[in-house]
């Protein structure tokens, strides 16, 4: 991980903005996952987790997990990272 804090913004259903900071992005098991923590919510300490995929024209788009293994095995690739980034 980069200790440059990246932001990004999303759209919600009802087309609102909302502000990400990038914490990480991950290879795990031949996919790509973004985990993002919401930069406007006081208060807020939880990340959402985000599969990255190709669109048919190869630019990049978030995808929700709806699978619990597959968000548990990014959940514990990531907690590794920050243990040895803290060794």
């Known amino acids: 991980m980069e200790d ?3 932001t990004i913004v ?3 259903e009802d087309n ?3 502000e990400f900071e990038v914490l990480a992005v991950l290879d795990v098991d031949e996919s790509r996952y973004a985990l993002l923590l919401p930069v406007s919510v006081e208060g ?3 990340a959402y987790i985000l599969r990255i995929e190709e669109d ?3 630019e ?3 995808v ?3 699978d619990q293994e597959e968000l548990n095995t990014v959940i514990e690739a ?3 990272l920050v243990e040895q980034e803290d060794d």
Do not use: H, S, T
Request: proline letters at 0%.
């Open 4 to 6: 440059r804090q990246e």
């Open 44 to 46: 807020e300490d939880e």
């Open 64 to 66: 929700g997990i709806e």
């Open 16 to 18: 609102n903005e909302q």
């Open 56 to 58: 048919e024209n190869g």
């Open 78 to 80: 990531y907690e590794e």
């Open 10 to 12: 999303l759209y919600d």
């Open 60 to 62: 990049d788009i978030l």
